[in-house]
T-cell receptor
Framework: DVKVTQSSRYLVKRTGEKVFLECVQDMDHENMFWYRQDPGLGLRLIYFSYDVKMKEKGDIPEGYSVSREKKERFSLILESASTNQTSMYLC??????????????FGPGTRLTVL | QKEVEQNSGPLSVPEGAIASLNCTYSDRGSQSFFWYRQYSGKSPELIMFIYSNGDKEDGRFTAQLNKASQYVSLLIRDSQPSDSATYLCADSRGYSTLTFGKGTMLLVSP
């Protein structure tokens, strides 16, 4: 059974803290994604990676960075957390890069609150 | 920038009725389209994908694609209360990324 796991379901941090969100997939997928989901704004792509050590900006990369040192692991980093980064963060992975069919499998999400 | 538009709803239907969820997209070059279901507090899960004009059926679900009108729909026959969720439409863009609509909330009443 395909599986994407995220390090925390709930996280509370203070403004200015450095925050790490971890995502691991066990499907040997090439592609991994980080989204945030906010009421009324839907799912928005922050960063994605199509190979180890490769990263590409999504639609809203400001205030975030990512790291992919191993194929199965993709980390989202908030260098200095701010209250407007309070959100649900979803990680996803997919196979068959370049194909027209690229189902993304989602992790359970991390609800981050920045105080 | 590519856009995918959905009515936010809620769309309310009685149990046993057909629920019709609609989506429009801005990029004429879009090739593939996806419908995800998201229960409250859960992550999205894929229901169907479609890349050819016409209808694609899977059980109680039918996806319809009209590329000329840039329109995708999802029909749910014999709707059940367990179908109550938010339905996300997405289209495929480069590097295997997806552009998601904001989702339509469906409420099926017993």
């Amino acid at each position: 059974d395909v599986k994407v796991t995220q390090s925390s379901r709930y996280l509370v941090k203070r403004t200015g803290e450095k925050v790490f969100l971890e995502c691991v997939q066990d499907m040997d997928h090439e592609n991994m994604f980080w989204y945030r989901q906010d009421p009324g704004l839907g799912l928005r792509l922050i960063y994605f990676s199509y190979d180890v050590k490769m990263k590409e900006k999504g639609d809203i990369p400001e205030g975030y960075s990512v790291s992919r040192e191993k194929k199965e692991r993709f980390s989202l980093i908030l260098e200095s957390a701010s209250t407007n980064q309070t959100s649900m963060y979803l990680c996803a992975s997919s196979d068959l890069s370049g194909s027209s069919y690229n189902e993304q499998f989602f992790g359970p999400g991390t609800r981050l609150t920045v105080l | 920038q590519k856009e995918v538009e959905q009515n936010s709803g809620p769309l309310s239907v009685p149990e046993g009725a057909i629920a019709s969820l609609n989506c429009t997209y801005s990029d004429r070059g879009s090739q593939s389209f996806f419908w995800y279901r998201q229960y409250s507090g859960k992550s999205p899960e894929l229901i169907m994908f479609i890349y050819s004009n016409g209808d694609k059926e899977d059980g109680r679900f039918t996806a319809q694609l009209n590329k000329a009108s840039q329109y995708v729909s999802l029909l749910i026959r014999d709707s059940q209360p367990s179908d109550s969720a938010t339905y996300l439409c997405a289209d495929s863009r480069g590097y295997s990324t997806l552009t998601f609509g904001k989702g339509t909330m469906l409420l099926v009443s017993p």
